[in-house]
């Protein structure tokens, strides 16, 4: 395969990409914080970690907005398209080159280009997170916001548990997301091109 | 066609918001509803009385004597020299509401038990006015049968209490609890925001009503909203937390309610002291209620499902440690892949 480079994270993505990075880290280190706060080691102090988390969590959403418009209105929205036929075994195909193929040197099931940006593996969470995870956690921190909003029972619970449950489930595994997608993203030409790709914009084949 | 397949996950999670939000409104509307009766249920004593039938209770025939006139608004009277009917308006702190009353803890009494029998002869004698009111201890004081409710330590806290500082006798346990109303709470009531409510109106009779904080002194009540201005979502921390539980100092943890009134100074005003592990809220009605949800409806239902739910404090012991250990398995995940990713 010849090695080529290929314009494939615009400007609008590389800035939202980045926003979102910096948003999500900040919520996660606050989020932690106030979840295990303690007066006697506070890792920021609780009132400051309520005030921060807010504001990044306003900006997160607005963030988000340009990620919906912005793949409703350009072509970046058709790599978010599921194609479920025949999904699963596509879906295993790159799970068998994460674990073996990629170790013996096999070429990658599904390579990255102009009409696929990720792979079925990266296509499911990532439509999983941005679809699903983030809006889930959007609409519970502003119940949580204005938790007056809440109804104080919902079902068989209190409706501030429930929601302070469902926003903190999404929010850890958007948090174990980011831990593999950071892994992940050294897995190309080198360990730093995707990483230069999300500055320049050009995906590097391999 | 193909352009419609491109968008579709943005319209499913758009309608999906969109369906969530209407069953969510239509619940809230529901609860909202319900709230608003449970706080009226909590300020009843301060609505006019519904016409009922008390005849069940052991002494309503010799307690209607007194609330015949005691009872309402106005009482009538012959006069004994014009022989004429004449009618007058009982002072509203001379009033009984019957239903609250016969709700209370002392509905069992009869009006004599506590005052002078002379009160059975109308007019009053002028002098009955300087009767004695007796305190809670006066009658619950050493007494085995009240001895889960610690009344000594509630009198020994009290003692230190900035409203006996301040006011020493002239503030007596009738200031917050109107033996003619008093029920006991905490310990009966299953909704957790009754309870709060029906505390803090209590606290609210003196603190937002200018003419009862002015019985003990000339001062104007400050505005609780004001002074509460620092509080992030000042409603919702009203309506789920007593106030109570920042200004005032647990001596003794047998009593249910602290007594040791704080002054201001002292109040509870940093966050971790509630959101935390150790809050300070776990120490008393949560504490309670948590104990109580536990032996009554088993663990599970007692960690899952409890309507005192305080971000930071409420931690599950169990889904920490499984989402510790999930967090542990992805790192040794990656770490492997990366060893063996290197070594090939």
Redo the contacts between chains.
């Keep these: 395969m010849t090695e080529e480079k290929i314009y494939l994270y615009p400007v609008w993505v590389r800035l939202w990409h980045l926003f979102n990075a910096i948003l999500c880290l900040t919520l996660i280190i606050t989020g932690i914080s106030m979840q295990f706060s303690n007066p006697k080691f506070p890792l920021i102090a609780f009132n400051v970690s309520v005030s921060i988390h807010n504001i990044v969590g306003i900006l997160l959403c607005l963030n988000y907005l340009i990620f919906f418009l912005g793949n409703l209105g350009t072509r970046n929205g058709r790599y978010y398209k599921l194609i479920f036929p025949g999904l699963f075994s596509r879906l295993m195909a790159q799970f068998r080159y994460y674990t073996r193929g990629l170790f013996k040197g096999e070429p990658a099931p599904y390579p990255i280009n102009s009409e696929r940006k990720f792979n079925p593996l990266q296509q499911l969470t990532y439509v999983g997170s941005m679809y699903i995870l983030v809006p889930v956690i959007m609409v519970t921190g502003w119940a949580l916001m204005y938790p007056e909003v809440i109804p104080s029972r919902f079902l068989w619970t209190s409706g501030l548990h429930l929601t302070d449950l469902f926003h903190i489930l999404a929010a850890f595994m958007v948090s174990l997301f980011m831990f593999i997608h950071v892994y992940f993203c050294t897995i190309g030409k080198t360990p730093f091109s995707n990483f230069k790709g999300m500055i320049n914009g050009y995906h590097e084949t391999h | 066609m193909v352009k419609k ?6 319209w ?2 758009f309608i ?2 969109l369906f ?1 939000g209407i069953v ?1 409104i239509l ?2 509307s ?3 509803k ?2 608003r009766t449970e706080a009226a249920i909590a300020l009843k004593e301060n609505k006019p009385e519904q016409k009922k039938d008390y005849s069940e209770h052991k002494h309503a025939t010799e307690n209607e004597n007194c609330l015949k006139c005691h009872g309402q608004s106005k009482y009538s009277y012959e006069n004994s020299e014009s022989k004429k009917k004449n009618t007058k308006k009982m002072y509203t702190e001379l009033i009984i509401n019957r239903e609250v009353f016969y709700e209370s803890n002392h509905r069992e009494f009869k009006c004599i038990d506590c005052h002078s029998e002379d009160y059975q002869t109308f007019p009053h004698q002028g002098n009955l006015r300087m009767e004695a009111k007796p305190n809670c201890l006066d009658c619950h004081g050493g007494d085995e049968k009240y001895a889960k409710f610690h009344f000594e330590n509630i009198e020994k806290e009290f003692q230190e209490s900035a409203h006996s500082e301040k006011h020493s006798e002239d503030f007596t346990c009738w200031m917050c609890h109107n033996p003619h109303a008093y029920k006991i709470n905490a310990r009966s009531n299953e909704n957790i ?1 009754k309870t709060i409510a029906y505390d803090n109106a209590i606290c609210l009779n003196c603190h937002g009503n200018l003419s009862n904080y002015q019985l003990l002194t000339d001062k104007a009540n400050p505005n609780l909203l004001t002074k509460h201005d620092w509080l ?2 000042q ?2 921390h009203f ?1 789920s937390v007593r106030c109570v539980e920042c200004h005032t100092k647990k001596i003794n943890d047998s009593t249910l309610v602290a007594h040791k009134i704080l002054p201001k100074k002292e109040a509870v005003r ?4 509630c ?4 809050s300070v809220l776990l120490a008393s009605l949560y504490k309670y209620k948590i104990k109580e949800v536990r032996s009554t409806k088993g663990f599970f239902k007692g960690v ?6 305080v ?2 404090a ?2 599950n012991y169990y889904l920490n440690v499984l ?1 510790l250990i ?2 542990g398995f ?2 040794l995940g ?1 770490i492997i ?2 060893v ?2 290197t070594l ?1």
């Design positions: 397949l491109n968008y579709r996950p943005a499913v999670i999906l918001i969530a969510f619940s809230y529901a609860n909202s319900a709230d925001k992030p979502n409603k919702l309506l940093n966050c971790d002291q959101h935390s592990t150790n899952i499902v409890n309507d005192s739910y971000i930071g409420n931690r989402s999930i967090v992805v790192i990656i892949h990366a063996i990713r090939n």
